[in-house]
Structures are given as structure tokens and as C-alpha cells.
């Protein structure tokens, strides 16, 4: 299956290659980087709605899982805003110290009761 590009109001998101590279290093080492529009955290919310969204919308996922980095509190306390839980249970592709922090899509919320 081929990636798709998703669009919200401010960002196009596409998988990137590597011939992405190039560009991206010279425009983040650039003074150009200081005037990205939104905070971090506005961009990052953004992006993680939009990749949830998609995984329950096209895909028809029930469940999407995402692996923080248990010294990555920002991560942490974006994916509680977005309605995630943490899941101690689950399994991590990558090594300790990680937590999974568990979406729910919203037919999964209304048959479990939560919220």
C-alpha cells in the first residue's frame, strides 16, 4: 500500500525519502526555522490527530498504539490530551524504557464506556 499524504488546516504530511533530506537539514540549521508558524506542540497535536484520525477513518482500525520514551514527558502528556491511555500490558517494538499509550476509536469508546 502506498503511504498517503494527509492535509489538515496548516500541514501536509507525506512520508519522507530520502532524497527529503537534503532540504530539511539546510532549512532547520537555517535562521528561517525560527519562524515555523505554531508552537511544537500545536504542530505536533495537529499531525498526531490527523494520523490517528486516518488509522480509524481509512483503515478502520479499533485501537492505535503509541510508543513514548518514559523520559519524553511532553509526548506523554500529548497523547493523554488526545484521548490516549496508558497500556502497561502491550508490547513495544522497541526497547525499555518505553510506555504505550493507547487510542481507542470512537465506536471502541462507546461499546468500553470510556470516554
Known amino acids: 500500500m502506498k503511504s498517503p499524504i494527509l492535509h489538515t488546516e496548516r500541514l501536509t504530511l507525506d512520508r519522507p525519502g530520502a532524497a527529503d533530506a537534503p532540504g530539511a537539514v539546510a532549512f532547520l540549521m537555517s535562521d528561517r526555522a525560527r519562524f515555523m508558524g505554531g508552537s511544537r506542540d500545536a504542530v505536533a497535536a495537529e499531525a498526531a490527530r490527523a494520523a490517528r484520525d486516518w488509522a480509524f477513518g ?6 492505535v498504539a503509541g510508543h513514548v520514551h518514559l523520559g519524553n514527558h511532553r509526548s506523554a502528556r500529548l497523547a493523554g490530551r488526545l484521548g490516549a491511555v496508558r497500556d502497561p500490558a502491550a508490547a513495544s517494538p522497541f526497547p525499555p ?17 470510556r470516554a
Open 58 to 63: 481509512s483503515l478502520g482500525w479499533a485501537t
Open 97 to 113: 524504557p518505553v510506555d504505550t499509550w493507547r487510542h481507542l476509536a470512537p465506536i471502541a469508546r462507546m461499546t468500553t464506556g
